[in-house]
């Protein structure tokens, strides 16, 4: 019955965070941007760029760019936004886009498996002796420390894609 319920907590946090990451999507935006507004700072081609840097396709291929929503094409020069336009814009913004992600499921897990292990805990310390409860709140706690490895390899997933789209 544990499990069940576990996976299916896990299942919605799943769910979610693919809601936060694909939202976009479902707004039906009449033109598809070509450009993103970096929320990470990412080294690719030897080159940094720094958070807050907005990077759009090459400028001879006339980018449609509007990062704020206001209708005008801050690739043009319009509302005073500057654009970097590189070949590696959709790289990048995709790289952003998963450390995004991969940001919330580790604060997520993380902040799971501290509340988890905290009932582990109070698993353990109320177990009276009974050996039955002291190997469930064990178990309880070692499930708990897995997720925290999990959470953590979470962070690695962007430096791991960045590597392939770099080679």
């Given at each position: 019955?544990?499990?069940?319920?576990?996976?299916?907590?896990?299942?919605?946090?799943?769910?979610?965070i693919l809601?936060?990451?694909?939202?976009?999507?479902?707004?039906?935006e009449e033109?598809?941007?070509e450009?993103?507004?970096?929320?990470?700072?990412i080294?690719m081609?030897?080159v940094?760029?720094?958070?807050?840097?907005?990077?759009?396709?090459?400028e001879d291929?006339?980018?449609?760019c509007?990062t704020?929503?206001?209708?005008?094409n801050?690739?043009?020069?319009?509302?005073?936004?500057?654009?970097d336009?590189?070949?590696?814009?959709?790289?990048?913004?995709?790289?952003?886009t998963i450390?995004t992600?991969?940001?919330?499921t580790?604060?997520?897990?993380?902040?799971?498996?501290v509340?988890?292990?905290?009932f582990?805990?109070f698993t353990y310390?109320?177990?009276?002796?009974?050996?039955?409860?002291?190997n469930?709140a064990?178990g309880?706690?070692?499930?708990?420390?897995i997720?925290?490895?999990?959470?953590?390899?979470?962070?690695?997933?962007?430096?791991?894609?960045n590597f392939?789209?770099?080679?």
């Amino acid at each position: 019955m544990r499990k069940k319920i576990l996976s299916t907590i896990l299942f919605i946090i799943l769910l979610i965070i693919l809601g936060f990451s694909f939202g976009g999507i479902a707004k039906g935006e009449e033109k598809i941007s070509e450009c993103c507004e970096l929320r990470h700072s990412i080294r690719m081609g030897g080159v940094l760029w720094e958070k807050g840097c907005v990077v759009a396709a090459p400028e001879d291929t006339n980018p449609w760019c509007d990062t704020n929503n206001n209708g005008i094409n801050d690739a043009e020069g319009g509302d005073g936004v500057f654009v970097d336009f590189t070949e590696d814009w959709a790289s990048m913004c995709l790289i952003d886009t998963i450390m995004t992600a991969t940001d919330w499921t580790f604060y997520i897990l993380l902040l799971i498996s501290v509340v988890i292990i905290i009932f582990g805990a109070f698993t353990y310390m109320t177990s009276g002796g009974n050996s039955d409860k002291i190997n469930k709140a064990k178990g309880i706690i070692v499930y708990a420390v897995i997720g925290i490895i999990v959470a953590l390899l979470a962070r690695l997933v962007p430096s791991i894609v960045n590597f392939i789209l770099s080679v």
